[in-house]
C-alpha cells in the first residue's frame, strides 16, 4: 500500500518590510511522503518570500508540469513560477514558457553549490530568472519548528527573515545567487 501525503495546517503571519505586505495566510501543505522536513522549511520560506493572494503551493513533487509554487495573473497566465531545489535547464526554460518570471531556490549545500557551478552561466544567461540559497544550517533550524499544527509570524527586514512560533525564534538570511 501507498504511503499517503501528510497534510500540516500553517497559519502564518507575513511582515515584509521590503514590499510592505502584510498579511496572515491560512495554508493547508500535503507533504509527500518522500518530502524532507528541510524541503518543506523551503517550500514555507519560498511562499513567505513571495506571499501575495494569488500565490498557491502546487502537487509539487506530485506532478511534473507544474512547479512547487506559482502565482497567477488575474487574467489566468503565470506570473511567477517558483521551483525548489535543483532544477535542470530544460525545467527552467519550461517555467520560462509557461511564466513572466522564474524563482529557484536552492537549499542543499554541497548539491546546490555544484549545480550552481555546472547550470550558473545558463541560468544567468536567462534574464527573467531567480536564484536564491537558502543557508541549509539556518534552514534546519526552521524545520525544527514544523509542526502538523503551527502557527508561524515571519518578518523580513533588510534581507532577513526573522521567523518565531512563539517560543523560538530563527534568523535567516537568503543569498542572491542571480
Known sequence: MALGATIYKAKLD????????YA????????????????????????MANADEALTM?????????PDLWR?????HIA???ELGEPSLKRIKQGLSRADR??????TARSAEQWWKKLGDDVRALSR??????????????AALMERHMR??????????????GRESVTLTPERWT
Open 14 to 21: 507575513i511582515s515584509d518590510l521590503e514590499r510592505h505586505y
Open 102 to 107: 522564474v524563482i529557484v531556490y536552492a537549499y
Open 152 to 165: 508561524l509570524g515571519a518578518t523580513l527586514m533588510e534581507g532577513e527573515w526573522l521567523i518565531t512560533d
Open 129 to 142: 530568472v531567480t536564484v536564491w540559497y537558502l543557508p541549509e544550517t539556518t534552514l534546519q533550524s526552521l
Open 58 to 66: 502546487t502537487r509539487g513533487l506530485s506532478s511534473d508540469d507544474e
Open 80 to 82: 511567477c513560477w517558483i
Open 24 to 47: 496572515e495566510h491560512a495554508l493547508t501543505i500535503a507533504c509527500h511522503p518522500s518530502e524532507t522536513d528541510l524541503r518543506l522549511s523551503a517550500r514555507l520560506l519560498a511562499f
Open 72 to 76: 497567477h495573473a488575474p487574467d489566468g
